[in-house]
């Protein structure tokens, strides 16, 4: 049937007729095609497709793990594992009585730091302008950075968060996903940031197995008896 | 070229090609996506005597930055042939052929590409021709468009190519080197199977206007096979066996 998911290729017609194109398709005459390998969803009245492979796109709102490169005297260059650099601007640490001449950038964030922050906003014409100054979001001072594919992040995550729960609950660790596919385990023991992390790299290579959650349950539980 | 006194036997009164093939009969492909670690999408094709990898990279930023556009991503290709590829070394340094081909092939990719999605940015694809035996141009498209697709980066069909041509007056699939040197004509063509366009067709030789719609329509179903070869190749890296 036509709502059954599908798995399909760059090219691959979805579906024909009356539906809204979402992710991922293009609307060409009445056909909906997809234009990405992965796995296509048909919703009511729109359609999708999940995507299996490709880089990190910006997205307004997303929480994303980015590394400090460099900084300006008013702003600071974030790697956030996309095609463009976040960008950072300094009032939004300092507030807003920032003054260059007075505050030193380095001081609250220098190269090579991690940081947890928010796309605020993110155009065509620009790069991603991102924020920390949330709940949640700033230096990450602790944990271990673990780089998965950002199009498994979905998977990593589970339906309504099952899987990343599991995974801390089994292991007593925090963890925190940017959704570019850059992941930060902390946990007080080492055994516990092993096995998240081991769990988070089989997801990571395994992402497309059917019954994922369960290798990854047997492979926590089976370490919990030893 | 067209005309030329063909030495060899060509097409035999069976109609069997010199390699043993028939007249609508392509050589043996073989494609695997992926393979390549550093690179973000890459793929590999055997396609007869021909031996192809391609690497392709980004969208990333683009260096130097004066080439980057405001308003659409950037393609970038590479086609390139090994020393060893051919039978006499083969100079390293990019040649006139080598530069038309990047080109060509490029304009061949750049209708299936959605660029305008990431501006500023460029996508790179290289192309090494390891072992090179007649059509590699249409076999290194081939393999771009599967590497593109491993790569993540969006597109409104696959390409998929092949040549058709000429040999003792009759219109063949899949022309290899000896039916490429000694034959009448040579006519690659690149086609994107769903949307059924065709995005690179060049001529070399000289064909009647009949002779030319049948090479046109000889070569679009060569490339519906190569099509479903992308397709297997794709669906086994990403779906396990075949896909559904």
């Known amino acids: 049937m036509d709502n059954k998911r599908k798995y399909v290729i760059p090219g691959d017609v979805v579906t024909t007729g009356p539906f809204r194109p979402e992710q991922n398709v293009i609307l060409e005459g009445n056909k909906i095609i997809s234009t990405t390998i992965g796995i296509s969803e048909i919703y009511d009245d729109s359609v999708r497709v999940i995507p299996l492979t490709g880089k990190y796109i910006p997205k307004i709102n997303d929480l994303v793990i980015g590394k400090v490169i460099s900084h300006t005297s008013l702003s600071w260059e974030l790697d956030i594992n996309s095609c463009y650099v976040g960008f950072l601007p300094a009032q939004d640490v300092f507030g807003r009585d920032f003054s260059a001449h007075a505050d030193e950038l380095s001081s609250k964030l220098a190269s090579g730091d991690l940081v947890a922050a928010r796309i605020a906003n993110f155009d065509r014409t620009r790069d991603p302008l991102i924020t920390i100054s949330d709940r949640d979001l700033g230096k990450i001072d602790s944990g271990d950075l673990v780089k998965i594919s950002p199009s498994k992040v979905p998977r990593l995550i589970g339906k309504r968060g099952s899987m990343i729960q599991m995974i801390e609950m089994a292991t007593n660790a925090a963890v925190t996903i940017g959704q570019n596919g850059w992941v930060v385990v902390s946990c007080e023991t080492p055994e516990g940031l092993l096995k998240a992390k081991k769990a988070i790299e089989m997801i990571n290579e395994k992402a497309h197995v059917a019954n994922l959650t369960d290798q990854v349950k047997e492979m926590l539980e089976i370490k919990d008896e030893s | ?244």
């Open chain 2, 1 to 244: 070229m067209g005309g030329r006194d063909a030495t060899m036997v060509l097409l035999d009164e069976n109609g069997i090609r010199c390699d043993g093939r028939k007249v609508d009969e392509t050589r043996r492909i073989m494609i695997r996506a992926g393979g390549l670690k550093n690179a973000d999408g890459s793929a590999y094709i055997e396609f007869g005597d021909n031996k192809i990898l391609v690497g392709v990279f980004g969208p990333r930023d683009v260096h130097p930055k004066h080439m980057s556009n405001t308003d659409t991503g950037i393609l970038r290709v590479r086609y390139h042939m090994e020393p060893f590829s051919v039978g006499e070394r083969k100079n390293p340094a990019p040649s006139r052929r080598e530069i038309e081909i990047s080109k060509v092939i490029k304009e061949a990719l750049e209708p299936a590409v959605m660029l305008e999605k990431f501006p500023r940015t460029a996508v790179d694809v290289f192309i090494e021709v390891l072992q090179a035996d007649g059509g590699t141009r249409c076999a290194a498209l081939t393999a771009a468009s599967v590497a593109l697709a491993d790569a993540g980066i969006p597109m409104r069909d696959m390409v998929a190519a092949v040549a058709a041509g000429k040999v003792a007056d009759t219109v063949i699939l899949d022309v290899n080197n000896e039916e490429d040197q000694a034959g009448q004509a040579d006519m690659p063509i690149g086609y994107m199977p769903s949307l059924d366009k065709i995005t690179l067709l060049q001529l070399d030789g000289v064909l009647t206007p009949e002779e030319y719609k049948k090479c046109v329509d000889v070569g679009v179903k060569g490339c519906k096979i190569v099509y479903e070869l992308q397709k297997k190749a794709l669906n086994d890296k990403y779906f396990g066996n075949g896909g559904d």
